[in-house]
């Protein structure tokens, strides 16, 4: 069935460090990718997303890049700063309008 | 932009007690919601599928009587947790499916933190 894969945290970074959190899917068909943030006691909130191979999602100075090639949409951010601590999920949504998440990579940002 | 709501945002109770949560859209009218679980650290897990009108498709593994899904208006979906013990405190997030949107525009609600004593 469909599934996501991601780095296992926690990633722990300095200010200002380059960020990449990976992240592989299989699934059938050509699903749509996203990348939601959770901030400690809050819900999800969608970070971006791509819906076709090539498309590059950005917000927020995050980007990702669906790769179909080899099935990735990996997270970058070039700075990082410490309100980005939180969990990032990676997540694709299927043909029948189910999202599957990611476990999640919990992010730490030092000062 | 497009909101979905839930209520209670937290909520404690009794074993044996049943809880309620809502999950609402503010400003669209939602064909389709679904209600995920989230144990702590963890990912969120598809509970059910609730469709306005007819009856929620759950997910293999998840106890229909126990988990009660109604979705009665193209705006209101509510899970109860019948007879709660315990290992059914999790954090319950709910989304909205916007129709008038692209095929994947799917909202999420702030969720609802349920402890059973």
């Known amino acids: 069935g469909d599934s996501v894969t991601q780095m296992e945290g926690p990633v722990t970074l300095s200010e200002e460090a380059f960020l990449t959190i990976n992240c592989t899917y299989t699934?059938?068909?050509?699903?749509?990718l996203f990348w939601y943030v959770q901030y400690p006691g809050e819900g999800l909130q969608l970070l971006l997303k791509?819906?076709?191979?090539?498309d590059k999602g950005s917000n927020k100075g995050f980007e990702a890049t669906y790769r179909k090639e080899t099935t990735s949409f990996h997270l970058e951010k070039g700075s990082v700063q410490v309100s980005d601590s939180a969990v990032y999920f990676c997540?694709?949504?299927?043909?029948?309008?189910?999202?599957?998440f990611g476990a999640g990579t919990r992010l730490f940002v030092k000062a | 932009g497009a909101v979905v709501s839930q209520h209670p945002s937290w909520v404690i109770c009794k074993s044996g007690t049943s809880v309620k949560i809502e999950c609402r859209s503010l400003?669209?009218?939602?064909?389709?919601m679904f209600w995920y679980r989230q144990f702590p650290k963890q990912s969120l897990m598809l509970m059910a599928t609730?469709?306005?009108?007819?009856?929620?498709?759950?997910e293999q593994g998840v106890e229909k009587d126990k988990f009660l899904i109604n979705h009665a208006s193209l705006t209101l979906s509510t899970l109860t947790v019948t007879s709660a013990h315990p290992e059914d405190s999790s954090f319950y997030i709910c989304?909205?499916?916007?129709?008038?949107?692209?095929?994947?525009?799917?909202?999420f609600g702030p969720g609802t933190r349920l402890t059973v004593l």
């Open positions: 989304s909205a499916r916007n129709p008038q949107g692209t095929t994947d525009t799917q909202y």
């Open positions: 699934a059938t068909g050509y699903p749509s």
């Open positions: 791509a819906t076709k191979a090539d």
């Open positions: 997540a694709l949504l299927t043909g029948g309008f189910k999202t599957i």
């Open positions: 400003d669209f009218q939602a064909t389709t």
């Open positions: 609730s469709n306005e009108g007819s009856k929620a498709t759950y």
